[in-house]
């Protein structure tokens, strides 16, 4: 167990809907990073928080936004869902701000039909 | 081409092997290499950490980073059915943000 817990697990949305993904990470960890896994596009990263800033941007789409909150958890929200979007959605946690040692959660399994 | 390029395999391997998985990347600002480890259905973990150029060994597992060449290996020696798994090399540059994962290899060991 990493200590990043990830809700939920699974999700199945339809189209044009929206979802939250929730991350609480590591216990003293103040950055939390998400990362949207897919068999053609391998792990790509998304964005960072730290300590409740944005402190990265990766190839994150416009239709999707994040915020860390004052307790350190944080949330994926995802919006006008389209069938490519499925994917797993992984967060990951580290003390410090960069990423090389960072913890990930199991991450959740999203499907949209 | 992509920034970091690793084979998906599948690599498969009697049990005692050893065992060599490799990436190249063009970013020669990288300065941290890693190694993880994600089993199906599991988020990935951290296997080792390496600064800049150099070996470093943990166990049965071996880092060597050549920046010359801009290439990454990880050995595991003395395989196990248990390190059945995809292996996914990662690089960031200096001060560690952004990473980048190479697409993983999917290794099996067979008892």
């Known amino acids: 167990d990493s200590g990043v817990t990830q809700t939920p697990k699974h999700l199945i949305t339809a189209t044009g809907q929206r979802v939250t993904l929730r991350c609480s990470p590591r216990s003293g960890d103040l950055s939390v990073y998400w990362y949207q896994q897919s068999l053609d596009q391998g792990l790509q990263f998304l964005i960072q928080?730290?300590?409740?800033?944005?402190?990265a941007k990766g190839n994150i789409l416009e239709r999707f936004s994040a915020q860390q909150f004052p307790d350190l958890h944080s949330e994926l929200n995802l919006s006008s869902l389209e069938l490519g979007d499925s994917a797993l959605y992984f967060c990951?946690?580290?003390?410090?701000?960069?990423?090389?040692?960072?913890?990930f959660g199991q991450g959740t399994r999203l499907t949209v039909v | 081409q992509k920034e970091v390029e690793q084979d998906p395999g599948p690599l498969s391997v009697p049990e005692g092997a050893i065992v060599s998985l490799n990436c190249t990347y063009s970013n020669s600002a990288f300065q941290y290499f890693m190694w993880y480890r994600q089993y199906s259905r599991k988020g990935p973990e951290l296997l080792m950490y390496?600064?800049?150029?150099g070996n470093k060994e943990d166990g049965r597992f071996t880092a060597q980073v050549d920046k010359s060449s801009k290439y990454i290996s990880l050995f595991i020696r003395d395989s196990q059915p248990s390190d059945s798994a995809t292996y996914l090399c990662a690089m960031a540059n200096t001060g560690g943000f952004k990473t980048i994962f190479g697409a993983g290899t999917r290794l099996f060991v067979k008892a």
């Open positions: 990951a946690s580290s003390v410090g701000q960069g990423d090389t040692e960072a913890f």
């Open positions: 928080y730290y300590n409740g800033e944005e402190r």
């Open positions: 390496t600064y800049s150029s």
